[in-house]
């Protein structure tokens, strides 16, 4: 019999994020894991919300990496680690799917709706935290990140973070091959769905490519007004209308 989990954490917002909650979780954190528990119910898996740091002198997205790095989820077959900002809209059970070491889906619309940073980030070899430099330091010369299969006209493959299905299989192999979070973070500062990315773009992991309507994004795929696909991404602001919907 299978054990599969969803897993959710919630990250203590701080400085200049502060109106999105705070230590304790707002209504729409609250909405987020009111679907997730609801789900999970109905794919008969276990949910855990955690608030617990794991990587506690790093920062807390990174905490997110938990269910690779903490043996405590060893436990468990295939885990789906979700962002709180999501509602799940489907009743297709997604640990159903034949997959590779993780399915996540490719961030459409990346490479030109967030263009200067695109540059600036990834591209600029001269920038002092630029991820291509960084990877080519890791991987070598040669490297750079693969092309999406699902979505060949995009420049390259960019997961989003908020949607991860591993397996187990999966999360042994990336325990054992991920560069450690420690120094990924002393030379990038950037968070666990960048690090995602760069060690996912190692060949030795089969990552399987979900379409966009497992991930879909506010102002990207949908209007925050009319939201659409299975699970539904409600970024930045159009979070706050997940309380209503839920």
Partial sequence: MTNNLIFQYYIPYEANDAHLGGVEMPDWAKAGSKSAKSYAKKCNAEYLLTHDRYFKHLDPR???????????FDQFDKILSIDLDI????D????DFDIGDIAMVHELGIHQSAAGWMRRVMESPGHERGIIAYGKKLFGDDWMFPKS???PKEKFRYMNGGVQLWSKEGRHKARKLFTSVDHYYMHTRYTEQMYLN???SNPEFNVTELDWTWNSLASRQWPPEKPRGKIQHFINAAKFKMPELV
């Fill in 87 to 90: 509602l799940i809209k489907t």
């Fill in 62 to 72: 990174l905490d997110a990496l938990k269910v690779v790095y903490d043996p405590f």
């Fill in 149 to 151: 299969e699902l979505y």
């Fill in 198 to 200: 760069l060690q996912l």
């Fill in 92 to 95: 297709e059970n997604i640990f």
